[in-house]
């Protein structure tokens, strides 16, 4: 049975568009334990996808609302030196701060411009405040915004979850990342979906570190591979954005190398389509080749139950948790070939598959993926222990629960 309370959940686009995918898997489970859920994306571009239950409602505040800043900023001066003031005091990097000054005071603008919208919302629904859970699914503008609520009082506390972008500072072109300190000093409970995201949360704001836990991202078991000891057929899949931080371009430098005959299925699109597209011609008649396209993460799934796979790689250069993408392949006992980066090593391991170092040797890939098919790895019995692995490290319920209950 929910609970009476309702759940403000804070995205960047999602529903709108076609990232955020890894959501639905959370919203679902949330939707069960809280009377309403609110969804506030950060911005509305993109067709609107179906939710996945009928106690959601999306919210988007920011139609076409012109900001006046000079208004902002004589309204909300003390406020906003006392913020700047907190970060230069917080932040380890006060030359990457001084040089981001006026960059640094124009998104806070905006985000009180944010906050005080949103507080009229808050404000509208005449809803107590300890019966409103705030939840930012990601640790940026919108736990500025909510930190900025806290400090006037208007909210007593909120939630967020870090992933990559908004974990790692290297990430950033100004060396800092935005607030961060305020943010922290604000939130009650930073949730990280990696181990190697809460040793970075730790290491480097330790003062925080009471607030900083792991919850994996809930992937739920959706059923089995098939697979065939003799199949004909050697599959080889991969799912990510096409972007320069997944590095798809080396998959096909790695095809290059290889003799045998691949069937390689890619999920995703991105910038770098086209270009990606012209280096596939490149490729012998040996290597099948099938861009998908973005298509829904239930398509997804739906081809893992129905089209059997034989490895599942990933070749990112960084990332902040365990890609979901990782964890949906291993929960259907497909095996894993990843990189030693971020969190991967956590869920491609000698159980699992095959672990890479980042910059890794084209060749010897490619010699690792020739080796594959006759490998104890491309049997029946490895590939339950890949299921098992995933069960056992990343079960739905417990990750869930610990999620669930820090917020109820």
């Known amino acids: 049975m929910p609970s009476q309370k309702k759940l403000f959940l804070f995205t960047l686009h999602y529903p709108y568009g076609t990232g955020e995918s890894f959501i639905e898997n959370e919203l679902k489970l949330l939707s069960e334990d809280f009377q309403t859920i609110y969804l506030f994306p950060l911005t509305n571009r993109g067709e609107a996808r179906p939710l996945p239950a009928q106690n959601i409602k999306v919210v988007y505040l920011f139609e076409k609302q012109k900001i006046q800043k000079w208004k902002l900023l004589l309204n909300n001066f003390i406020l906003i ?56 699914f990601w640790t940026d503008d919108w736990a500025t915004v909510l930190s900025i609520l806290k400090k006037k009082k208007a909210i007593d506390t909120f939630f967020t979850r870090g992933h990559g972008y908004d974990i790692y500072e290297e990430r950033w072109k100004m060396g800092i990342i935005p607030f ?49 000891e003799n199949n004909s057929t050697f599959t ?78 990933h070749l990112s250069e960084t990332e902040g ?9 291993a929960s259907f006992s497909i095996p894993l070939l990843g990189t030693d980066a971020g969190g991967i090593p956590e869920i491609v391991t000698e159980e699992t598959g095959i672990l ?7 060749k010897e890939v490619a010699e690792s993926i020739e080796k594959f098919e006759t490998s104890f790895r491309n049997t029946a019995a490895f590939r339950e222990k890949v299921r098992k692995f995933w069960f056992e490290n990343f079960n739905p319920e417990i990750n869930y629960n610990i999620l669930r209950d820090e917020m109820l």
Not at 95 to 120: G, P
Not at 321 to 329: M, N, R, T
Request: aromatic residues 14%; charged residues 15%.
């Open 81 to 136: 030196f006392q913020i700047l003031f907190f970060e230069f005091r917080s932040t380890s990097s006060t030359i990457n701060f001084l040089k981001s000054l006026s960059l640094l005071k124009s998104i806070l603008l905006i985000n009180i411009h944010r906050a005080n919208i949103l507080n009229e919302f808050i404000t509208g629904t005449k809803e107590k405040g300890n019966n409103i859970v705030f939840y930012s």
């Open 180 to 228: 961060r300190n305020f943010q922290l000093a604000n939130l009650s409970t930073f949730f990280t979906v990696s181990k190697d995201a809460l040793n970075y949360m730790i290491n480097h704001y330790p003062h925080y570190k009471s607030k900083f836990k792991l919850s994996y991202l809930t992937i739920p078991y959706s059923g089995e591979n098939p697979f065939y």
């Open 236 to 313: 080889i899949v991969s799912c990510s954005s096409l972007i320069p931080i997944k590095r798809v371009e080396l998959i096909i430098e790695i095809f290059k190398n290889v003799k045998k005959n691949v069937n390689w299925i890619h999920f995703g699109d991105g910038p770098l389509k086209q270009n990606l597209m012209e280096q596939v011609k490149n490729l012998k008649p040996n290597i099948i080749v099938n861009f998908k396209g973005q298509v829904s993460n239930n398509d997804i799934l739906n081809f893992y139950k129905t089209h059997p796979v034989n490895l599942f790689i």
């Open 321 to 329: 948790g365990a890609p979901v993408a990782l964890q949906e392949a």
């Open 356 to 362: 890479i170092p980042v910059n890794f040797n084209i």
